[in-house]
């Protein structure tokens, strides 16, 4: 179908994504994937005719989410989610008098635990992280890397995204900004610390003599260019850290994340604590990770049931 058919449609996309972007000040990740997801939504709606918001009716939501059968259960909640946050945003304007999409829901799939490495699995990748106190300046960098994202429990954005003034590792503290540009302080343990401080005064110096222009000065993890490290890179960094660790199991930057959420709940720390150190905006989301460890569950259990034993 010719794209002036669907002028109507693709106007209120964007008018939405400007919304979402600018008013709301959501991530410019979030942003790109609803308009990845109501994309999709409008391509299929014009394949069926349906060029107008006043067109759609609730079994052609239900036709959509159908349509995405053969995808994974996150995924269909995410598309299913940017349709109904696109609907919502057109009965707040005036644009129509319902919301034809409110009461399609996507099946919910299993709820997947997150991937978690216990404390000692942690202190191998993050000791073979340090390959035998090499020097190299690439070396020192992963080490204070990864030291630095299991001890925030930061995401990948957040870690590459850091500047050297938000970081003081005299009060032990750095400054993320997470999704939205919110920011929060989040402590730094004393072996971050003093990995850190490592590859501040040994190897940050020497990758950013590297670069022949274009150097970055504010950001704290610079690749061999000098310039501000990537996600790409990120992920190559714990991946090959996780096979020198002999630890058989794809491990990606979330890994960590997961592990510092997992470990502060299982020492101890509660929910809601842990909520603001990750970022977040639901307690909801954090609460997945107080599962409990079937050894725990055992031991929980032998000691508190009276006939256990």
């Known amino acids: 179908m010719d794209g002036d058919h669907r002028k109507g449609l ?27 997801d109501l994309s999709m939504y409008i391509n299929w709606l014009s394949g069926r005719g349906i060029t107008s918001l006043e067109q759609i009716q609730t079994a052609d939501v239900e036709g959509f989410l159908a349509h995405l059968a053969d995808e994974s259960p996150a995924s269909r909640s995410r598309r299913m989610a940017a349709v109904h946050e696109w609907h919502r945003f ?40 340090a ?3 090499s020097k190299d300046p690439v070396v020192l960098r992963d080490k204070a890397l990864l030291e630095f994202m299991y001890a925030t429990g930061c995401r990948v954005s957040e870690a590459v995204g850091t500047d050297l003034e938000d970081m003081d590792l005299n009060e032990r503290v750095v400054r993320l900004t997470g999704k939205g540009d919110k920011q929060r302080l989040v402590p730094m343990g004393s072996y971050a610390c003093q990995a850190m401080q ?18 970055e000065l504010r950001a704290v993890f610079l690749n061999k260019r000098g310039k501000r490290l990537t996600r790409q890179t990120v992920w190559q ?52 990770y107080t599962h409990v460890s079937p050894q725990a569950l055992m031991e929980t259990y032998q000691t508190a049931h009276p006939r256990a034993r």
């Open 198 to 215: 490592a590859y501040l005064n040994l190897g940050r110096a020497s990758l950013c003599d590297r670069a022949t222009k274009g150097k």
């Open 90 to 129: 057109a009965l707040k304007q005036g644009v129509t008098d319902q919301d034809v999409s409110r009461t399609v829901k996507a099946p919910k799939g299993t709820s997947a635990l997150p991937d978690v490495l216990d404390v000692d699995q942690v202190t191998r990748l993050l000791d073979v992280a």
């Open 237 to 288: 960094v714990v991946r090959d850290a996780g096979r020198r660790a002999g630890l058989n199991r794809p491990l990606h930057p979330h890994t960590l994340r997961h592990s510092f959420a997992t470990h502060l709940l299982e020492g101890g720390a509660d929910v809601r604590s842990v909520q603001e150190l990750l970022g977040h905006a639901s307690v909801t989301t954090t609460q997945i």
């Open 10 to 36: 693709i106007t209120l996309l964007d008018q939405f994504l400007a919304y979402t972007g600018l008013e709301r000040g959501l991530a410019p990740a979030t942003v790109k994937a609803y308009k990845s």
């Open 131 to 133: 390959m035998g106190g």
